[in-house]
């Protein structure tokens, strides 16, 4: 995705009633070396029909945010604190609380929350057909018929812009390019129509052409199908594009989170700063000034003292910072910052 920062996304869906509330979730690795805290006491809430997009660089936690939630994280790794109630009319159900195996979490993984990936490899087999994976895919969801559920599917790959779909969906993934490849996996995780698409940086591994149709279509299917979108990604101008709301994480903390216009229009954390900083905008030559933050990401088992952003940080305060970890403060409606500076 080009490096612009269109400053869109609004409050349009403040209203909606919430679909997903993670509160305070903490998923931690274990392993010979230490404890690994991937997510740090996350919070955030996305709303019915709303696009929120998680940023931060690799590492930070946003990843495994998203497979805490579908409850497929590694098997070295444990949520060992807090909550992820998935609301319906009915009340709301605490996914923590699932067998991760049990058939409750299996009908949410795919009916009400689905997933697409960097790599579309990764969510098809290379053995079966598009149409064998996308049926599969349905009637463990719905009740019908093969011949009803090759109707669906077909319907869904017209839908996501596959060229003849009748055919396609008789082709084996390996045999598509790598635009259509991701086509035939949002086609097949919109096949049960979810109430929530985790896009997992959907434009990552697909050329320059094909990002902007990628992000054109979830745009699209998102306000057609009135879906939330949660979109997982590196690239702020990917959640420029999309999101109503953005979380901005650093090594497992949300440390800045707002509406999309607000946060690109008046960054409050410096790490959030910095990001906005780094990327380029078009059409402002080769002049435009570029800064990147200084330092790098610690590694995963050294995580600093105080703020675990203060040895990269342009406005430390010393013996304040980097002795204890800042208080999240709430600015502004749905505005919140991790940060001394605003406590
Ligand atoms: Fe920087 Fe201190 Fe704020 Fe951390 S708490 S981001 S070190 S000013």
């Avoid at 902007?212 to 959640?239: G, N």
Wanted: hydrophobic residues 40%; neutral net charge; aromatic residues 4%.
């Amino acid at each position: 995705m080009n490096a612009v920062i269109h400053q869109q996304g609004a409050s349009r869906t403040s209203e909606k009633p919430p679909l997903l509330s993670v509160k305070d979730l903490s998923t931690y690795f274990f392993s010979r070396e230490g404890v690994l805290k991937a997510v740090d006491g996350v919070s955030f809430e996305i709303r019915r029909g709303e696009a929120l997009g998680i940023a931060g660089e690799s590492g930070c936690g946003k990843s495994v945010t998203a497979q805490s939630i579908l409850r497929l994280v590694p098997s070295n790794g444990r949520i060992v604190g807090g909550q992820i109630l998935l609301h319906d009319d009915g009340g709301a159900t605490d996914l923590v609380k699932l067998n991760w195996k049990g058939p409750e979490i299996r009908r949410i993984r795919g009916k009400e929350i689905a997933m697409i990936f960097q790599e579309p490899m990764a969510g098809f087999s290379m053995v079966y057909t598009i149409g064998n994976q996308t049926i599969e895919a349905i009637r463990l969801h719905q009740h019908c018929s093969q011949a009803e559920a090759r109707k669906i599917a077909i319907e869904t790959l017209g839908r996501v812009g596959m060229p003849k779909p009748e055919q396609t969906i008789d082709a084996y993934p390996y045999a598509l390019s790598g635009g259509m490849r991701q086509r035939a996996m949002i086609a097949m995780a919109l096949s049960c129509h979810p109430s929530l698409l985790i896009a997992d940086e959907p434009t990552t591994a697909v050329d320059v052409t094909i990002q902007a149709q990628v992000l054109e279509l979830l745009k699209d299917l998102q306000r057609d199908m009135s879906m939330a979108l949660m979109v997982i990604t590196h690239d702020l101008a990917v959640i420029s594009e999309l999101c109503d709301r953005v979380m901005i994480m650093y090594l497992g903390k949300d440390v800045e989170s707002a509406p999309a216009r607000a946060l690109f229009s008046d960054p409050k954390h410096p790490y959030t700063v910095g990001l906005l900083k780094s990327v380029p905008e078009l059409g402002r030559g080769r002049g435009q000034e570029i800064a990147a933050i200084s330092g790098s990401v610690p590694g995963p088992y050294e995580r600093p003292r105080g703020c675990s952003f203060h040895p990269r940080c342009p406005r430390l305060i010393q013996n304040v910072c980097d002795v204890e970890p800042p208080p999240q403060v709430e600015l502004a409606s749905s505005h919140r910052v991790r940060c001394h500076l605003y406590a």
